[in-house]
């Protein structure tokens, strides 16, 4: 089953069983998908693909990471364990990330195959290699990854 139609099944089953936090993120998600759907279309009808809608979760749960980390800074608790809960509706709808470890394996791959040697060349790793972890790999850990690495 593609993630969209899944969202949409336990959107359906949220509704159902009155449950309000995962109603109100599983509404939020749908909007976002749809917004980014209309985007896309370009004259024609189409669905998104998965890997689209991996893209649309990832940034959700991004902009929710940096919402808890400015509620935390603000002694506001309340908010953030809330934003937590959000995030981990979020997070069941993604494919697990690959870990530190295996961005820097995959790293090392692209800098050894692109011949990059120091900072100059970060722009250059970079772009390839979050072509390649689209959707598999956050960027901020792939971006830490390759500075540790080139430096």
């Keep these: 089953m593609a993630i969209k139609d899944q969202i949409m099944a336990d959107l ?5 069983d009155k449950e309000q936090d995962k109603l109100r993120v599983l509404r939020s998600i749908k909007s976002k998908l749809l917004e980014r759907e209309i985007s896309e279309r370009k004259g024609g009808e189409g669905e998104l693909s998965d890997e689209q809608t991996i893209e649309v979760l990832m940034k959700a749960a991004k902009q929710r990471k940096e919402s808890i980390e400015q509620f935390e800074k603000g002694d506001r608790n309340d908010l953030a364990d809330a934003e937590k809960k959000e995030l981990e509706i979020i997070n069941s709808y993604l494919p697990e990330l690959l870990s530190e470890d295996e961005v820097r394996d995959k790293a090392k791959e692209k800098i050894e195959e692109l011949g990059a ?8 790793v970079m772009g390839a290699l979050m072509q390649e972890l689209k959707g598999k790999a956050e960027g901020s850990v792939v971006s830490k990854v390759v500075k540790d690495e080139l430096s």
Aim: hydrophobic share 30%.
């Design 12 to 16: 359906k089953q949220a509704m159902k």
């Design 117 to 124: 040697e120091d900072m100059s060349d970060m722009g250059q």
